[in-house]
């Protein structure tokens, strides 16, 4: 399934964001977390880090092999923290290096891929978030929630939402993004 995740993702990008972008990086692909920050753990210790890395390479690979354009923030299962002592401090390392790449691609379209995990088996499946109130980034998020609720998860009723103010990369990049949770 992570498969046809994937191919979704990637069969919305190549002829979708190739017409609309063509700069020096198409896309930022940006696997969330890396050590020492694992983010969410499944029941069977997967982490959330390793599962946003697999996923991050293989859209990076499909995209890449047709045509786009790509940089990756991350492409070890460790962070990208350049400095800290302490977890806290190499968080905010890592996210401030994650700033920056996309400072150095302003015209790139930022897509962060992350997982969530909940308490209740009631909530599940996909949800697309975009940054700024951009028509691009609006219609990037929402042509991915249609083929993710369409082609990968029918019983998926979800709707894309922007991103709340409050998280830092968003609110500090000048990208266009999409958040895929």
Request: overall charge negative; charged content about 20%; some cysteine.
């Amino acid at each position: 399934s992570l498969i046809i995740f994937i191919s979704t993702c990637a069969s919305f990008f190549i002829p979708n964001v190739a017409k609309t972008i063509s700069h020096d990086i198409d896309v930022i692909i940006d696997a969330g977390h890396g050590l020492p920050d694992g983010g969410a753990v499944a029941n069977d210790g997967t982490t959330e880090a390793d599962l946003n890395l697999a996923i991050a390479i293989m859209l990076n690979d499909l995209l890449e092999q047709n045509g786009l354009k790509c940089v990756m923030t991350r492409s070890t299962c460790d962070s990208i923290y350049s400095e800290g002592n302490n977890i806290h401090s190499k968080k905010i390392s890592d996210i401030r290096n994650r700033v920056k790449i996309s400072k150095e691609h302003p015209e790139a379209l930022l897509v962060s891929i992350h997982m969530n995990t909940y308490p209740s088996e009631d909530v599940y499946g996909a949800q697309v978030f975009y940054n700024k109130n951009s028509d691009f980034s609006k219609s990037v998020a929402s042509e991915l929630q249609n083929a993710v609720n369409l082609n990968f998860q029918k019983e998926n009723s979800k709707s894309i939402k922007q991103i709340p103010g409050n998280v830092y990369l968003f609110n500090h990049v000048p990208n266009d993004c999409v958040l895929i949770e």
